[in-house]
């Protein structure tokens, strides 16, 4: 099975802090992508990226970056941490096979900016 | 208008009935239809997916796609208790296939 692996479950970070959401998976997928859910708005797509060095806006990319320096790994990157941004990220990654049928979601990291 | 809309429930139906969950999706361009399943505190997981209009049937689940009215719903037969979680429409869009997704409907089943 496709493990999506991210590295913290919870978080808790201080407004103005540089924070970084890692997420790696194991079965050399090209598409990543990195979610935020709030309640009542469902998952929101913040970016994606379909190969190494390559990213996409999604639709709410303001206050995040993104890096895919390695094929397996991607990671989200709040440059200057906001109470806003205090939500659970959903790193998921896609493999063969159209649409969803290949995406396989990492656990979550619940973050809490104070 | 959002992209992907479902009812936010909670839809409450008795153990052994029929739970009927809908989507409606704007963009006509998307091709593939999900449903993913989300128990409180988890991550979503995939229950079922669909392509083509008419009925897909997986066990108890059945998702019915009409994309002349921008539509898919999701049957669940007999419904148990453990199917209570939160239910999660989402659609393709775009070329790199991105999945949009709607809010999501909270079911719960009760004995």
């Known amino acids: 099975d496709v493990k999506v692996t991210q590295s913290s479950r919870y978080l808790v970070k201080r407004t103005g802090e540089k924070v970084f959401l890692e997420c790696v998976q194991d079965m050399d997928h090209e598409n990543m992508f990195w979610y935020r859910q709030d309640p009542g708005l469902g998952l929101r797509l913040i970016y994606f990226s379909y190969d190494v060095k390559m990213k996409e806006k999604g639709d709410i990319p303001e206050g995040y970056s993104v890096s895919r320096e390695k094929k397996e790994r991607f990671s989200l990157i709040l440059e200057s941490a906001s109470t806003n941004q205090t939500s659970m990220y959903l790193c998921?990654?896609?493999?063969?096979?159209?649409?969803?049928?290949?995406?396989?979601f990492g656990s979550g990291t619940r973050l809490t900016v104070v | 208008q959002k992209e992907v809309e479902q009812n936010s429930g909670p839809l409450s139906v008795p153990e052994g009935a029929i739970a009927s969950l809908n989507c409606t999706y704007s963009d006509r361009g998307s091709q593939s239809f999900f449903w993913y399943r989300q128990y409180s505190g988890k991550s979503p997981e995939l229950i079922m997916f669909?392509?083509?209009?008419g009925d897909k049937e997986d066990g108890r689940f059945t998702a019915q796609l009409n994309k002349a009215s921008q539509y898919v719903s999701l049957l669940i037969r007999d419904s148990q208790p453990s199917d209570s979680a939160t239910y999660l429409c989402a659609v393709t869009q775009g070329g790199y296939n991105k999945l949009i997704f709607g809010a999501g409907t909270r079911l719960a089943v009760h004995p």
């Open positions: 669909i392509y083509s209009n």
């Open positions: 998921a990654s896609k493999g063969p096979g159209q649409g969803g049928n290949g995406y396989t």
